[in-house]
Structures are given as structure tokens and as C-alpha cells.
């Protein structure tokens, strides 16, 4: 079966740091992009973050950028948000999620069940 | 930034065709993607590539195009189709962007 499982969502405090890990299994996880998506409490969807295949490319929102780091471990068959200097409107629920066409990055087939992430004091 | 505009809500009766529009200037150069989500639940694919269906979507799911609008259709829509839609696209450096959703409300 083809599944992605979040994890390493909390609370975290302002300015504080977390580290979120997406676990692939049932597909070959090294020929995909991959992606973060999260969704803040009854808001809509937000598109954070890519990585290439090969982490060749890396794609940010710039509300995120210079404070998320997104990576993968192939080998590991993981994806990962580095998340720092986590503000207020971080809060959500993030989402790692697959594109369909292993050839492309752009609907998204696979998602995972999702990780909370809340950042207050 | 690139913006993809839906309308809040739509309601329609049981039986009944909902149509969902999402609107964006680059539209006509990118394809667009539509998703399902129901609450508490991760989003679901309904249509990719504008048009197509994935396996396991119902047939009464349907995507159009025309310009700078996309729409999803629901036709002869079920009280289990009630849930909220967002439409996804790529801004011009293939970024996904996405709507702000459409809550579907069967009456």
C-alpha cells in the first residue's frame, strides 16, 4: 500500500524549533519530488515547500523561506521540514504529500494523514 | 504573488449539479487540480490535467476550462459530496499555488 506517515508535530514555543519527518512506503520514494503542504486551523491549503528527486532543486513559500529547511534521505525512503524561528501563524496542520506523475511536481495523489504543529507560549 | 479566486460556499439540493469555479490569470498556460476534503481528513485528488479523473473518483466528478476559469462539476450530487474543494495550479516558475476553497453544502 502506498503511504505516507508524518511525524514530530508538538507544541513548540515562539522562536523555538521543530523537526518534522515524513515516512514513504509502497512506492519507489527516490524517483518523486515531494512536498510539504500544511493548513492552519480552519483555514484553506498552503503549498511551504519542494524537493526534487534528488534534492537537485528546493522550492520555498516565501512565507517560510530563511526558516524552514526541507531535505530527504532516499536510502531512508524520508522526507524532512527543518522548521525554525517558528512563529504564530505556523500553527497548522502539515501535510507531506506525493505528486502523481513521478515525471512532474503538480497534483498531488498521495497525502499523508498530516502532523500538528502549534507554536505558542 | 499569484492568486487562484473561488467563491466561499456553494450550496445545492441532493440530486442537484454543483459547480465550483476557480479563476487565475496564468490558467490558461497551466493545468488545474481539484481536490476534496472532508474534516479531519487529508485532501483527496478529484481531477487532474483540467479534465481527467483519477481511479476511484466517481464519474458524477467532472472538470472543465475556459479561459481564465476552471470548474469542477458535480452532477446528481450525494450528501456524502459535501465537503470543502480547493482548486491548485502552478504560478509562472511552476510553484504550486492553491484556492482558497469552496465549501459544498448539500441541502
Known amino acids: 500500500e502506498v503511504q505516507l506517515v508524518e511525524s514530530g508535530g508538538g507544541l513548540v514555543k515562539p522562536g523555538g524549533s521543530l523537526r518534522l519527518s515524513c515516512a514513504a512506503s509502497?512506492?519507489?520514494?527516490?524517483?518523486?519530488?515531494m512536498n510539504w503542504v500544511r493548513q492552519a486551523p480552519g483555514k484553506g491549503l498552503e503549498w511551504v515547500s519542494s524537493i526534487s528527486s534528488s534534492s537537485s532543486y528546493i522550492y520555498y513559500a516565501d512565507s517560510v523561506k530563511g526558516r524552514f529547511t526541507i531535505s530527504r534521505d532516499n536510502a531512508k525512503n524520508s522526507l524532512y521540514l527543518q522548521m525554525n524561528s517558528l512563529r504564530a501563524e505556523d500553527t497548522a496542520v502539515y501535510y507531506c504529500a506525493r505528486p502523481y506523475d513521478s515525471s512532474a511536481n503538480d497534483a498531488f495523489d498521495i497525502w499523508g494523514q498530516g502532523t500538528m504543529v502549534t507554536v505558542s507560549s | 504573488s499569484y492568486e487562484l479566486t473561488q467563491p466561499p460556499s456553494v450550496s445545492v439540493s441532493p440530486g442537484q449539479t454543483a459547480r465550483i469555479t476557480c479563476s487565475g490569470d496564468a490558467l490558461p498556460k497551466q493545468y488545474a487540480y481539484w481536490y476534496q476534503q472532508k474534516p479531519g481528513q487529508a485532501p483527496v485528488l478529484v481531477i487532474y490535467?483540467?479534465?481527467e479523473r483519477p481511479s476511484g473518483i466517481p464519474e458524477r466528478f467532472s472538470g472543465s476550462s475556459s479561459g481564465t476559469t476552471v470548474t469542477l462539476t458535480i452532477s446528481g450530487v450525494q450528501a456524502e459530496d459535501e465537503a470543502d474543494y480547493y482548486c491548485?495550479?502552478?504560478?509562472?516558475?511552476?510553484?504550486?499555488?492553491f484556492g482558497g476553497g469552496t465549501k459544498l453544502t448539500v441541502l
Open positions: 491548485q495550479s502552478a504560478d509562472s516558475s511552476g510553484t504550486p499555488v
Open positions: 490535467k483540467d479534465s
Open positions: 509502497g512506492f519507489t520514494f527516490s524517483s518523486y519530488s
